[in-house]
């Protein structure tokens, strides 16, 4: 073999890489199996990407739907579980009489003799609330003189949906002043009784009052008839010598009196019934409350009485 020959021959050899060639060819696969798995996967994601681009939209859709449905729903309910507007029984009567007029002449003859004429009370609101006093005194000179003195009380509730109807406001007043008429300091020998035929309910009440004009019969009649309330309060003296009136007489004077007072009230307001207890209640509602009555009630008449007696 000629030396170029092996020269070459070794240079061959010693160019040869270390790894046999089969090994070569198996990293080539390998490299292009795994080049392969990628583009397999980037085709796999790229097409995996509308697909889900599609599923979120319609899942949003689908929540929106499901929103609007429970608000339409949470609307509907809300509507239909709203509760009405609250109301209350409306008030009977509407007006009151004119106090000093409610009482024929010849019952204030009998109760106040020489009372020239009634005296009306202040009143804030005349549909609400009115008063009138009569005072008589028949001087009889050295014998005596014998003393009377009438007061009439009207008072009207008007329903109130946070307070209660008329009537019911008014039955608290009326069961007020009867126990105002029964609690008046120095009262003597008192007596209460019910009174029969005179509106809804009535009650009577007399007592003695000593004073330093003399000895006193008092005599008050507290009445409701459906929303207002009637106090008549009447009281009599003998003075400087004079005899002292009989109660029963008293008595007998006052409950006439409320009779014709409580049916004054009745005509006021289209001559409804008031001489009996009514068996039914008012019709309608009212929305319009009254205060004018309610600050009014914060009076007692009987208390006024027992201070002019």
């Known amino acids: 073999m000629s030396e170029g020959t092996m020269q070459r021959a070794v240079k061959r050899d010693l160019g040869a890489p270390p790894t046999p060639f089969g090994q070569w060819g198996n990293d080539r696969r390998d490299q292009r199996e795994q080049r392969a798995r990628g583009l397999r996967r980037a085709v796999v994601c790229a097409a995996a990407v509308p697909v889900m681009?599609?599923?979120a939209g319609c899942s949003s859709d689908s929540g929106s739907g499901d929103k609007a449905a429970d608000d339409s729903g949470t609307k509907s309910s809300a509507s239909s579980s709203a509760s009405p507007s609250p109301t209350v029984q409306a008030?009977?009567?509407?007006?009151?009489?004119?106090?000093?007029?409610?009482?024929?002449?010849?019952?204030?003859?009998?109760?106040?003799?020489k009372a020239k004429s009634g005296k009306k009370g202040s009143s804030d609101d005349a549909s609400t609330r009115a008063s009138c006093s009569w005072s008589s005194l028949d001087n009889n000179g050295v014998k005596g003189s014998q003393f009377r003195w009438l007061n009439v009380s009207l008072l009207r509730f008007e329903s109130d949906v946070t307070r209660g109807s008329g009537e019911e406001l008014a039955q608290a007043y009326y069961e007020t002043q009867v126990q105002d008429a029964k609690s008046v300091s120095g009262a003597k020998s008192l007596k209460s009784e019910p009174v029969a035929g005179v509106g809804d309910q009535a009650t009577a009440v007399r007592y003695d009052l000593k004073k330093k004009e003399g000895s006193f019969k008092q005599e008050t009649v507290v009445a409701r008839v459906e929303n207002v309330v009637v106090t008549l309060d009447y009281n009599g003296a003998g003075l400087a010598g004079e005899k002292t009136p009989s109660a029963d007489t008293l008595n007998k004077l006052a409950q006439k009196a409320v009779k014709e007072v409580v049916a004054a009230v009745a005509e006021a307001n289209d001559g409804g019934s008031a001489g009996t207890p009514s068996s039914a209640p008012s019709k309608s509602a009212s929305k319009s409350p009254s205060g004018s009555a309610s600050k009014a009630a914060s009076s007692s008449p009987s208390k006024s009485a027992a201070k002019k007696s």
């Open 91 to 113: 008030a009977a009567y509407k007006s009151i009489p004119d106090a000093c007029k409610v009482l024929g002449k010849k019952t204030l003859e009998d109760l106040a003799p």
């Open 53 to 55: 681009l599609i599923a």
